[in-house]
Every structure is written in structure tokens, then in C-alpha cells.
């Protein structure tokens, strides 16, 4: 049994002074103030005088860490990506695949699936919940560095194998609306519990409206391999920013969207539809050089990704997106935390809901007040204790 006291907590709806919370078996039994519960006996007690206790962090495009690439990585890098993963505040994440020729595609399923069947919390590790499967159903319009030789139509038929492979493990799907046949594949998707995110996509704003109307409700990576904004054809990006049945994520590393626009991107959403991502490769947390990002290699200069002058994804962590969400729309901890907890759990539709609250896993993550990672606690397990 564990007690956990800080200064405060956010869970994240609720701002707590002085709390308390006791996890037992990995799992929050107690979350309140201090002054109304006394601390168990049998209990180890860690005391955060100075911070923050939070809920851990939630990454929903994630395409590798330290070294390692989700797509390549067996179950060994997958547990280095893991454990990196806690050391910067995530607890939970959705490995994200990239187009590459399908049986690359449906051997990274296979084993991606494997590794959420049989994780295991021996140590302190973010956990994957789920596949999102990012292309090959993308416009070949936008589609960024995804190879162009590997994009395919969204028949069902396409999306049976990815999702017989993946024994149903995908939970998040990107997918360009104006496609043919992408509003019949969203609609089946989205019954098999499927979330369904519009983006790497040229729509105006007649087909991302007709993708909505099919079940989408969210959108990847917002501005980045998207149709531009114009204020006369406002095309994907209008639908995104002004219909508030939409949430949206965006990577806020101030390198693939302008601070300004992430700015702009915050105040159109808030707090309850913004969502923070890092659209990380396995260069996150590496010094420069070459890396992997599914069957890319991709240059990486000065916390850049590149594949032949195109950025393909980012070094970003999800702790150092919240501290620049704060700093570029001002905005104060438990809004921007929302972002990245509650908000994303609540976009994938996830078995943890991303807050503290009795009965849920104790996932949990100590922050200072401005948003640096002092410990992370996976199921009850302290990272680096
Ligand atoms: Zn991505």
C-alpha cells in the first residue's frame, strides 16, 4: 500500500490542496484532502511537499523513443520505449504505424498487438492501450513523407487485413475524408469502436463535414498535412477549428506549427477539445543523427526530423508539449493538462480515463509548478525507486 501527499493535485477537473491518495494493488482506493483522511498505517509514504501529483500523461501518436522505432522495435525496444516514456510523465500511449508496403504494415500489427496482450507492469513503463494506425489510407495530396507507392484505397477489404492482423488491437485510425469510399470505412470503423481522426487530407469543407457525418471526431496533427486554411475555402482546417463536436491534437514543438498557431489552434479548441501529441520518432531522447521512422530513415539536425527535406515527425516529449503549450497560449497547468491526460483518454475512448479518481489504475506523474517531471508511478510502481 502506497500514500502519495504533495501541495496539490489536479485530477485534472479538480484542484486539491494538500491531498492525499492511497493506491492499493496498483489501483487508487482514496483521493482527497489530507485534513479529511488520515494516512494508513501499513501505508509507504511519499510526500511531494512542493509539487504537483497529476495523472499520467497520454501520447495518442507516438512513433518511437530512445533509439527505437514502434514498428521495428521487438518486445525488448518496446520496453525501452517504455520506460523512456515514464521518465517524461507517460503512462499510457497508442503506438502509431506509418505507410509503409503492407506486409511491413502487418508484421508491426502483429507484433504491436502482442505487446499490448501481454504487457506487463514489472517496472515502471507507460503502457501501450492500442494501435493507431496512421495511413495508408492518406491523400496523396498531403501525405507528408508518407510513401506514395504505399498509400491505399479505404475499402473495407484493406482495412480487414490491418485490423485481422492487429486481432482488433486498433483503437485509433487517421484517414483522409475525401477519399472514395473513406466515409463507408469510417462508418464500419467507427462501429467496431475505432476512433476515427481526420488528417493527412486535401478536403474542403463539403467531404471533412461528410467524414464527420460518417463518425469522425477528431483530427491529426492540425495544419501539419492539411489543405491550408483560406478564409474564403475553409476547407478541413475550418471544419477542425469551428465545429465543437471536434477535438483535434496538434504537436507543439514550435517546429511544426507556428507558437502563434499553436496559440490560435488553443483558444479555437480549449481545454476540453484541445488534445497535446508528440508525433515522436525513435530520435526522441537520442542525440542527432539517422534513425528510423517505420521504413524511413530520417536525418535528424537540431531537434529536426527530416526524410528528403520534409519533416517526419519530431523529437518532442509529451512533458516538454505541455511546458510550451504553457508558454505559447499562456495558459496555466491544469488547463494544458487536460490536453494531455484526461482529454486524450477520452478521444480513444480508452480503458483508462486519464484522471485520478478512486477504482482507476494508479497512474500518476509529480510535476513542479511549471511543468517539469519530478517522478512518474505506473500501477502503484515509482519510476527509478
Ligand atoms: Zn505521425
Known amino acids: 500500500m502506497l500514500a502519495l501527499t504533495a501541495r496539490s493535485l489536479y485530477t485534472p477537473l479538480e484542484q486539491i490542496d494538500r491531498p492525499l491518495v492511497v493506491v492499493e494493488d496498483g489501483?487508487?482506493?482514496?483521493?482527497?484532502?489530507?485534513?479529511?483522511?488520515?494516512?494508513?498505517?501499513?501505508?509507504k509514504l511519499l510526500d511531494f511537499p512542493?509539487?504537483?501529483?497529476?495523472?499520467?500523461?497520454?501520447?495518442?501518436?507516438?512513433?518511437?523513443?530512445?533509439?527505437?522505432?514502434?514498428?521495428?522495435?521487438?518486445?525488448?525496444?518496446?520496453?525501452?520505449?517504455?520506460?523512456?516514456?515514464?521518465?517524461?510523465?507517460?503512462?499510457?500511449?497508442?503506438?502509431?504505424?506509418?505507410?509503409a508496403p503492407i506486409d511491413i504494415i502487418l508484421r508491426a500489427l502483429e507484433q504491436l498487438a502482442d505487446g499490448i496482450e501481454r504487457a506487463t507492469m514489472d517496472s515502471p513503463r507507460a503502457q501501450p492501450l492500442g494501435i493507431h494506425l496512421e495511413g495508408p489510407f492518406l491523400s496523396h495530396a498531403r501525405r507528408g513523407v508518407h510513401p506514395p507507392e504505399n498509400l491505399l484505397a479505404p475499402t473495407l477489404a484493406n482495412f480487414d487485413r490491418f485490423w485481422q492482423a492487429a486481432r482488433g488491437q486498433i483503437r485509433v485510425m487517421t484517414i483522409a475524408p475525401e477519399l472514395d469510399g473513406a466515409t463507408e470505412l469510417i462508418a464500419e470503423a467507427t462501429k467496431r469502436g475505432v476512433s476515427i481522426s481526420i488528417g493527412h487530407s486535401d478536403a474542403d469543407l463539403k467531404a471533412a463535414r461528410a467524414g464527420v457525418a460518417a463518425g469522425a471526431h477528431h483530427a491529426t496533427h492540425t495544419f501539419n498535412a492539411m489543405r491550408p486554411l483560406d478564409h474564403r475555402e475553409p476547407g478541413i482546417i475550418g471544419e477542425v477549428?469551428?465545429?465543437?463536436?471536434?477535438?483535434?491534437?496538434?504537436?507543439?514543438?514550435?517546429?511544426?506549427?507556428?507558437?502563434?498557431?499553436?496559440?490560435?489552434?488553443?483558444?479555437?479548441?480549449?481545454?476540453?477539445?484541445?488534445?497535446?501529441?508528440t508525433d515522436a520518432t525513435a530520435a526522441a531522447g537520442m542525440?542527432?543523427?539517422?534513425?528510423?521512422?517505420?521504413?524511413?530513415?530520417?536525418?535528424?539536425?537540431?531537434?529536426?526530423?527530416?526524410?528528403?527535406?520534409?519533416?517526419?515527425?519530431?523529437?518532442?516529449?509529451?512533458?516538454?508539449?505541455?511546458?510550451?503549450?504553457?508558454?505559447?497560449?499562456?495558459?496555466?497547468?491544469?488547463?494544458?493538462?487536460?490536453?494531455?491526460?484526461?482529454?486524450?483518454?477520452?478521444?480513444?475512448?480508452?480503458?483508462?480515463?486519464?484522471?485520478?479518481?478512486?477504482?482507476?489504475?494508479?497512474?500518476?506523474?509529480?510535476?513542479?509548478?511549471?511543468?517539469?517531471?519530478?517522478?512518474?508511478i505506473t500501477k502503484g510502481v515509482r519510476a527509478g525507486s
Open 287 to 376: 542525440p542527432d543523427g539517422k534513425y528510423w521512422l517505420g521504413s524511413l530513415e530520417v536525418d535528424v539536425k537540431d531537434g529536426k526530423c527530416l526524410h528528403g527535406g520534409t519533416l517526419a515527425g519530431s523529437v518532442l516529449t509529451l512533458d516538454r508539449a505541455v511546458r510550451n503549450a504553457m508558454k505559447f497560449a499562456a495558459w496555466d497547468l491544469p488547463q494544458v493538462l487536460r490536453t494531455a491526460t484526461l482529454n486524450p483518454a477520452t478521444v480513444t475512448n480508452a480503458a483508462k480515463k486519464g484522471r485520478i479518481e478512486p477504482g482507476a489504475d494508479a497512474d500518476l506523474v509529480v510535476l513542479t509548478s511549471d511543468g517539469q517531471v519530478r517522478a512518474t
Open 27 to 43: 489501483v487508487v482506493v482514496t483521493v482527497g484532502s489530507r485534513s479529511d483522511h488520515e494516512i494508513p498505517g501499513k501505508a
Open 50 to 99: 512542493d509539487n504537483i501529483l497529476t495523472p499520467g500523461l497520454v501520447d495518442i501518436h507516438i512513433h518511437g523513443a530512445a533509439g527505437f522505432d514502434v514498428m521495428q522495435a521487438d518486445a525488448e525496444g518496446r520496453s525501452r520505449i517504455e520506460k523512456f516514456l515514464a521518465t517524461r510523465g507517460v503512462t499510457s500511449y497508442f503506438p502509431t504505424t506509418v505507410t
Open 241 to 277: 477549428l469551428s465545429n465543437p463536436a471536434l477535438t483535434a491534437d496538434i504537436i507543439a514543438d514550435g517546429i511544426h506549427v507556428h507558437p502563434e498557431v499553436v496559440r490560435l489552434f488553443l483558444q479555437a479548441k480549449g481545454p476540453e477539445r484541445a488534445v497535446l501529441i
